[in-house]
């Protein structure tokens, strides 16, 4: 079976741009997270989707959103780019209420 | 979100069985305990995760103490592929968006 797939893998945007990243959740998962991780710290939590609404959303700003589709895949979309949204962002999927989440391998985001 | 506490760091021998200990004194009674392994440039992986009794699978077994203000995952037999940082987290189940709150984890060093 295939896990969550991510892409792009990497990415490189120059300050003020925008950008789209994407998530294939696993066959059957409805729930969606995005996560963002900076080099040396934990991920953070950005969104969380559950059948096309939103469930939850972190402390970032509203430069970050996001969406699920009816196929429960979703994107996360960044605007004005700047120099600290550099990071890995991460996708999980589940199949709702505390069981585990499988993450995606993540997008490496450089904002030059 | 409640709080988890973990060492930093731990060290131990290929083949031998290690003992993560995480604190949770805050947690609440529909709180989750999950632990969650990250390997470099890798996304969290899904360990294995509790509410009241102890669980094993595949990867490991999570011992819960009584009053369940902590908990130990435990690898039976760690080989080199097990080095990893090991988070503990709390998930509430009782709705609403159902975050991971990442701390710093305990990175776990495995020597041969």
């Known amino acids: 079976d295939a896990g969550v797939t991510q892409s792009p893998t990497h990415l490189i945007k120059t300050r003020g741009q925008q950008v789209t990243l994407r998530c294939s959740p696993i066959?059957?998962?409805?729930?969606v997270s995005w996560y963002q991780q900076v080099l040396g710290q934990g991920p953070q939590f950005i969104f969380q989707?559950?059948?096309?609404?939103?469930?939850g959303r972190g402390n970032f700003p509203d430069r970050f959103s996001a969406r699920q589709f009816p196929n429960y895949s979703s994107e996360l979309n960044v605007n004005a780019l700047l120099l600290g949204d550099s990071a890995l962002y991460l996708c999980?999927?589940?199949?709702?209420?505390?069981?585990?989440?499988?993450f995606g391998s993540g997008t490496r985001l450089t904002v030059v | 979100d409640a709080k988890t506490t973990q060492p930093n760091s731990m060290e131990s021998n290929e083949e031998e069985p290690v003992h993560l200990p995480c604190n949770h004194s805050?947690?609440?009674?529909?709180?989750?305990i999950h632990w969650y392994r990250q390997l470099p440039s890798q996304g969290p992986e899904y360990v294995i995760h509790?509410?009241?009794s102890n669980v094993n699978n595949r990867m490991a077994s999570l011992a819960i103490a009584e009053d369940r203000k902590s908990s130990t995952l435990i690898l039976h037999r760690a080989t080199l592929r097990d080095a990893a940082v090991y988070y503990c987290?709390?998930?509430?189940?009782?709705?609403?968006?159902?975050?991971?709150?990442f701390g710093q984890g305990t990175r776990l060093t495995i020597n041969p």
């Open positions: 987290i709390l998930t509430d189940a009782g709705g609403g968006a159902q975050k991971l709150v």
């Open positions: 989707y559950y059948e096309k609404e939103e469930r």
């Open positions: 999980a999927s589940n199949a709702w209420l505390n069981y585990g989440y499988t």
């Open positions: 509790g509410l009241t």
């Open positions: 805050t947690i609440s009674g529909t709180d989750y």
């Open positions: 066959s059957g998962h409805k729930s």
